[in-house]
């Protein structure tokens, strides 16, 4: 790097003196286009239920979700992703559940768009939330078996899309889903519906808090570290990628998002596509919990997230969307 001149002639304090100048000089900013809001939804009847390991994160009922939408939009969230908390009696080992079309998602897809279109929705395909076990797949002697879980994978898709839904965000870490999903769509008229692909999803320790939120927490038998990326790995984060860039994805995620941010950066500066990143619940966890005990200021959350855009992200899931687009608007 050249030299640019150097002290007491340089003093590169002097940008920094001032609020306008600052902001003059600034090389990253945050607005809440680059916010996806994720909501988790429950049977039942005006509920809006805590959720203990996530304060301030609530899960709904489907009544509660046009008032949640419309806060949404007023707040110029461009997107919100839907998580369900499936009743245990609604799970088996296969997962079924995720087929079927009056399950929380879909019931809350036709909701949502018969009154809404001016905002995206984004729908996790992966079995997890509907399996006895807790795994995104179909187990085959304790491993999950690929081929036969990218097929309903494909059907999970399918019905999501035709329910309404904008994205469709497959975060099972499968080999070739990508692509079948994709030619899937497509075959069945689904041109304009996009694939978020969760290309780099690692085998973390920080996704305690949402397995709570979506009731897989203590059904999970074992672990996850035979699909999920090894987070000693980097280069491995190209080769998924560059697949499924290959295979039609619109976008790809980052998961988890702080640990993460060399990875961020890395995809960011080889592909030109665009990236999004999780913070996921054990991070967003973290730092409430730092604010809630007065360890933290509240300007973390806003640190935090510029983290993010720093690295090269173009979007952020983040369970402090609503709170942070009140403070941005």
Request: with cysteine; aromatic share 8%; glycine share 6%.
């Amino acid at each position: 790097m050249k030299s640019l001149g150097s002290y007491p002639k340089v003093r590169l304090r002097r940008n920094r003196k001032t609020e306008w100048s600052r902001r003059l000089v600034s090389e990253n900013n945050l607005s809440t286009n680059d916010l996806i809001w994720p909501i988790f939804i429950r049977e039942g009847k005006r509920i809006r239920e805590p959720i203990d390991s996530m304060p301030g994160v609530y899960r709904y009922s489907l009544d509660q979700i046009e008032k949640l939408v419309e806060r949404a939009i007023n707040k110029k969230i461009p997107m919100i992703a839907l998580f369900p908390y499936t009743p245990l009696s609604k799970k088996n080992i296969n997962g079924t559940e995720a087929l079927n079309k009056n399950n929380l998602v879909c019931k809350a897809l036709r909701i949502i768009k018969k009154k809404f279109n001016q905002i995206g929705i984004m729908c996790d395909v992966a079995l997890d939330p509907y399996t006895s076990h807790g795994h995104d797949g179909i187990l085959k002697n304790n491993y999950v078996d690929n081929d036969k879980t990218v097929r309903i994978l494909i059907k999970q898709s399918l019905l999501q899309a035709k329910m309404g839904c904008d994205v469709i965000a497959p975060s099972d870490m499968m080999d070739g889903r990508i692509g079948l999903i994709r030619k899937a769509l497509d075959k069945n008229g689904f041109q304009s519906v996009q694939i978020l692909s969760y290309a780099v999803k690692y085998a973390s320790n920080f996704y305690g808090p949402f397995r709570d939120a979506v009731g897989s927490k203590k059904s999970l038998k074992g672990d996850k570290k035979n699909y999920q990326m090894d987070f000693t790995n980097s280069k491995e984060s190209l080769r998924e990628v560059a697949m499924d860039i290959s295979e039609g994805a619109d976008f790809v995620m980052v998961k988890p998002g702080m640990p993460y941010l060399d990875i961020i950066k890395i995809i960011k500066d080889n592909f030109k596509i665009p990236v999004f990143a999780y913070q996921v619940s054990g991070e967003y966890s973290l730092i409430k919990k730092g604010i809630n005990d007065k360890i933290l200021d509240k300007d973390a959350i806003y640190e935090s997230l510029i983290s993010f855009k720093r690295a090269g992200a173009n979007a952020i899931v983040t369970y402090f969307a609503d709170e942070i687009a009140g403070r941005l608007k």
